[in-house]
């Protein structure tokens, strides 16, 4: 075998011939930055392909319509947000909704995805809009999607039945209002293989809008609305909600409780605080302070909390 050398009496490459060439490079380098964003329909199916191997010919416009109809309703950034958590896992969803993280997930490289909901209709060709808040006729159905896209599942079910079956169980806003939270993670703890990992997103009762309802901000208080009266200012806490009141759903766990329950079931890598805005500590005055004494500051101040964590080995 001869391997070829440079001939040194060959001209040096030019300036102009050398700019060129990074400027294409450059636009190479930006355009598949832009594909790895995932944001999207046609950068979603390049990642599927690229994750799981080109669909079938007869599927590829159903496919682009799914990936479309996901970017149109909100559901690219999220995944792309974790995708170095979730890539090659089996993922089990809690409480997904009529969403379709599902696909998404699966065009980033998740090997399986599994959605539950008690509330889930799985033949109705609706979904829900992450940012309009309201369901959309889709045109195709959580069946159509199983159909079309292999290693994805949705079931109509709240229980957590399975035995180490998942890598990685995600929740959003689902600890809240679970009656036991303490019951759904020994669920959770007994679904996921060994070093198996819970990513949950938690919404605080006690911050200043943990009542999730009217006024979320200071600036958006109307005091002559007198249902905002009431909530505002840690009001919720108190307030005796009637029943069938929306309140009477959240399980009021406090921060300390919550962290206590994780770590009996998991070893946590990551817990993050997310603060209420500013504005928000400087109506908690020294009256309010001392009127809401059986709480941390972080109970009060605190707007959410997102934790990572590693399934532990219990004996």
């Avoid at 974790?82 to 896992?89: F, K, T």
């Avoid at 919404?203 to 005091?223: A, C, I, M, Q, V």
Wanted: glycine share 4%.
């Amino acid at each position: 075998m001869t391997i070829e050398t440079a001939d040194a009496t060959a001209p040096a490459t030019k300036p102009a011939d050398a700019a060129a060439l990074t400027a294409t490079l450059g636009a190479i380098v930006a355009q598949a930055v832009e594909v790895r964003k995932a944001a999207t329909a046609e950068s979603l199916l390049f990642n599927y392909v690229l994750n799981n191997g080109a669909p079938k010919d007869r599927h590829l416009q159903s496919m682009m319509k799914v990936m479309q109809t996901a970017v149109d309703l909100g559901y690219e950034s999220w995944p792309a947000e974790i995708r170095n958590l979730s890539v090659r896992r089996d993922l089990l969803h809690i409480d997904c909704g009529s969403t379709l993280y599902g696909p998404v997930f699966r065009a980033l490289g998740t090997t399986s995805y599994t959605g539950i909901d008690k509330q889930l209709t799985p033949t109705r060709k609706k979904f829900r809009s992450h940012l309009e808040k309201k369901n959309v006729d889709t045109g195709f159905s959580m069946v159509d999607v199983m159909r079309l896209i292999p290693g994805l599942s949705y079931m109509q079910t709240e229980e957590i039945v399975f035995r180490e079956a998942f890598d990685l169980a995600l929740m959003q806003a689902v600890t809240h209002t679970t009656p036991s939270v303490q019951t759904l993670f020994s669920q959770i703890h007994r679904s996921l293989r060994p070093n198996g990992e819970i990513w949950f997103m938690h919404e605080n009762f006690y911050s200043w809008s943990g009542h999730l309802t009217h006024p979320r901000t200071p600036s958006k208080y109307d005091p002559s609305d007198t249902g905002q009266a009431t909530m505002v200012d840690w009001g919720h806490i108190d307030f005796p909600a009637p029943e069938g009141h929306r309140l009477g759903a959240f399980n009021r766990l406090t921060l300390t409780e919550l962290r206590k329950i994780t770590n009996a079931y998991f070893e946590v890598s990551q817990w993050i605080e997310i603060p209420e805005r500013s504005s928000v500590k400087e109506r908690l005055t020294p009256a309010l302070r001392a009127k809401l004494s059986a709480y941390s500051d972080s109970d009060l101040t605190t707007k959410q909390i997102v934790c990572r964590a590693v399934k532990r080995e219990l004996f």
